[in-house]
């Protein structure tokens, strides 16, 4: 198939964790592309149910749902979301990756995702990727991104666009970026973005949970103020 022409426009494939940022994208990528695909990874993750969730989550948004196993992701490296016998950092190092960084994952998952595309006509690939609170992962950076999108094109003789709508927000704004598209409770209460595998508001104290606390708090706290200017 020669995929510069026979590529559909409009059609787009979200990378989908069921997690805050990657379902805000989803209902981000249904605004502006008539047709949706949400793909998710099973990667050895020690909370395998977010695959349920994303799943349910993807019929909720009446999506084209599809899973991935690349385990072999969890067993080439050790951290600490692949491997139970490893506590995760609780803070982000000063230097270095924190342990809960899974090496290569979003360059496996943005490679799979673009073969995966391709065999479906599409040339859009969106990921919740942000550079703003990257928390030490090198692979959420735009100049990785940029890297693999011209990468990716080669590889394939494709024409390929990665969409990172969070690459320069933070979670403030991404929270607000799913008020506006009308979503807030649904990500609110149907994502999970917890370390420690619970759903909603999490855990509280991981900092993937504190992250997404306090983005929401700061969010909040601004619509409000701005509900009352009004
Ligand atoms: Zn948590």
Excluded at 17 to 30: N, Y
Excluded at 197 to 208: E, N, Q, R, W
């Amino acid at each position: 198939m020669n995929c510069n022409e026979n590529m559909n426009h409009d059609a787009a494939l979200v990378v989908f964790s069921g997690g805050q940022d990657s379902t805000t994208c989803l209902f981000w990528a249904k605004r502006r592309f008539a047709r949706v695909y949400a793909l998710s990874f099973v990667y050895g993750q020690k909370h395998a149910a977010e695959v349920d969730m994303a799943r349910s989550i993807a019929e909720r948004a009446d999506v084209h749902f599809d899973v991935m196993d690349v385990s072999f992701i969890g067993r080439l490296g050790h951290n600490s979301l692949t491997d139970t016998s490893i506590c995760m950092d609780q803070e982000v190092p000063l230097e270095g990756c924190p342990n809960t960084f899974v090496p290569g994952r979003n360059l496996f998952f943005l490679s799979i995702a673009a073969v995966y595309a391709r065999e479906h006509g599409i040339c859009h690939i969106v990921t919740g990727v942000s550079q703003t609170d990257f928390s030490g992962y090198p692979d959420c950076r735009d100049s990785f991104i940029k890297s693999l999108n011209v990468t990716l094109n080669l590889a394939m003789d494709g024409q390929f666009v990665i969409h990172t709508p969070l690459m320069w927000i933070d979670k403030a704004r991404t929270w607000a970026l799913a008020d506006e598209l009308g979503v807030l409770d649904l990500v609110r209460n149907e994502t999970m973005t917890c370390y420690n595998g619970v759903k909603g508001d999490g855990c509280g104290y991981c900092p993937a949970c504190r992250l997404r606390r306090e983005g929401l708090e700061k969010y909040l706290q601004q619509r409000q103020w701005k509900e009352k200017k009004n």
